[in-house]
């Protein structure tokens, strides 16, 4: 009876352990498997992150250039306007002044 007893026991004993060892390697298991799915979270999350800012950045860096290059032909329109009342003030006063001259 003892010894059956004992046997019983142990075989229990063995089984209790095996069940808790089984539950410690799931646990484990599933312990990790959400550690990995985080960091690919983290990872997707950053690389998106990092995604967008490269692509403002280009968008502003896009419209900057535009801007320049839109009030750098303001300005050369401008000064070339200038210029030509510039020529045709100075040619108008030339021939006004030749002409009064040639008159006296």
Known sequence: NRATTTTALNSATTS???????????NSATTSALNSATTSTALNSAT???????TTSTALNSATTSALNSATTSALNSA???????????SALNSATTSALNGA
């Open 16 to 26: 209790a352990l095996n069940a808790v060892t089984t539950t410690t390697a799931l």
């Open 48 to 54: 998106t992150s990092a995604l967008n800012s490269a």
């Open 80 to 90: 070339t306007t200038t210029a030509a009342l510039n020529l045709a003030t100075t």
